[in-house]
């Protein structure tokens, strides 16, 4: 595997490789991250990998600075993986000079994460387009962990006539059910052995709204939150949604998915079910 650091080299390297698959990350990379670099495969004969912590999308208080960090090990992991090239561009060779043009999606921004987070889209949906702008992918994968953000990313691709196509790859998750993400690191001992609960709530609450139905969706997510808020969590939203576009589904309602976000002492866990 080749990396590069620079903007420059990378487009030189780029011009010889034709069709390119592009896994975009943040790096402290984990078995979902692989998931997506293994499975971009399918798609173009040569993977490029990603790895920038994106300051635009961390809020005021949030983690940028302690984000969990190791370019080595993610590099090796990268390589096993299948990835034939690295573009890891510090701050500097990215955002050279105070970005002041940034792209700001509709408003499916401002709902659920949006709404915990203020201006976290907007930071997104900017660095994913002067990422795409870099490696002009043919596809890129992405987490559907990350629900909002997926819809979010091929919107933005479809209205701005982006040539490229965006794979949404299922969320990989722990035996006990936990979805992998990096901020799982953050997590005791003691709050490892709680946090599938979230994934159990979720999966409880799909089970009783395909029971009981759209019309007590309401009823049904106040228990939830008030479940997992017994057990120490502070919820920041558990709801049913319309999976077309995130919004409060009707009666007549039937692809829905189920979103939450929630803090385990210090750790904010998201994560989502969809429901037929």
């Given amino acids: 595997m080749r990396a590069f650091h620079r903007l420059d080299d990378f487009r030189q390297y780029r011009q010889g490789v034709g069709r390119v698959a592009f896994v975009p990350t943040m790096g402290s990379l984990h078995e979902g991250h692989l998931a997506l670099a293994r499975a971009a495969r399918e798609y173009a004969d040569t993977v490029v ?10 809020g005021p208080g949030e983690d940028f600075d302690r984000y969990p960090r190791d370019l080595r090990a993610d590099g090796e992991k990268l390589a096993e993986a299948g990835v034939d090239a690295l573009f890891a561009p510090d701050e500097d060779e990215l955002y050279p000079e105070p970005q002041t043009c940034f792209v700001d999606p509709p ?29 002009q992918p043919q596809a890129a994968l992405f987490g559907r962990k990350d629900y ?39 997590l005791s001992p003691a709050e490892r052995a709680e946090a599938p609960r979230l994934y159990r709530t979720l999966s409880e609450l799909r089970v009783a709204v395909l029971r009981e139905g759209v019309a007590c969706c309401a009823m049904l997510e106040e228990e939830a939150r008030q479940s997992l808020d017994g057990r120490g969590w502070k919820t920041d939203y558990l709801t049913v949604r319309q999976r077309a576009d995130l919004q409060t589904p009707s009666p007549a309602s039937r692809e829905l998915v189920i979103l939450a976000a929630a803090r385990l002492g210090a750790t904010r866990l998201i994560d989502n079910l969809e429901v037929e």
């Fill in 148 to 186: 909002q953000q997926w819809m979010l990313i091929r919107l933005m691709t479809r209205q701005l006539a982006l040539p490229i196509e965006i794979v949404g790859i299922q969320t990989v998750r722990a035996p006990d059910g936990l979805a992998l993400s990096s901020r799982n690191a953050y």
């Fill in 49 to 58: 990998a990603s790895v920038f912590v994106n300051r635009l999308q961390f």
């Fill in 107 to 135: 408003d499916l921004q401002h709902l659920l994460e949006g709404a915990c987070r203020p201006g976290h889209f907007r930071g997104v949906a900017t660095v994913v387009l002067k990422l795409f702008n870099a490696v």
